[in-house]
């Protein structure tokens, strides 16, 4: 006899993706820095993305990779950066994956302990990424 397996997950919708960007673009605006913000879901799927005006081009991949960081290990973007400054071997393993960017200014967006997608901000000090990063998160009722 088999046993069905039944699996829910909780997942990020588009209407929600749309309100962290907003949250980020405005706080951005806020510091006066020009960023790039992707939302991805948890499979780092692209859900919204947005460049501000004048943003430098190449922010909107960099933030696409920190979100795509935070959603894959379920952690801040900068966090085997910080965790192992001194492990030379494991970040440059980490920074040569063409789809990871280990700096600050990406954010899991955990519900309920889960992971169920992340922002990314790229374009400003990695500083004011984290802060644009946290607005998105606020939007949402989510804590870091």
Request: aromatic share 2%.
């Amino acid at each position: 006899m088999t046993t069905p397996i039944s699996v829910q997950q909780t997942s990020l919708d588009y209407r929600a993706a749309l309100a962290a960007v907003t949250a980020a673009a405005e706080e951005a605006e806020r510091l006066g820095v020009r960023v790039s913000i992707a939302v991805v879901a948890r499979s780092g799927q692209p859900l919204a993305q947005l460049s501000l005006n004048d943003a430098p081009p190449q922010t909107s991949q960099l933030a696409l990779r920190k979100a795509r960081t935070s959603a894959g290990f379920k952690v801040p973007s900068s966090f085997f950066r910080n965790k192992n400054p001194d492990d030379v071997h494991l970040l440059a393993a980490l920074d040569t994956h063409p789809d990871l960017l280990m700096l600050g200014g990406g954010l899991p967006l955990l519900l309920d302990g889960e992971c169920i997608g992340a922002v990314g901000v790229s374009g400003a000090s990695q500083d004011q990424d984290i802060a644009c990063a946290q607005a998105a998160l606020s939007a949402l009722a989510l804590k870091e």
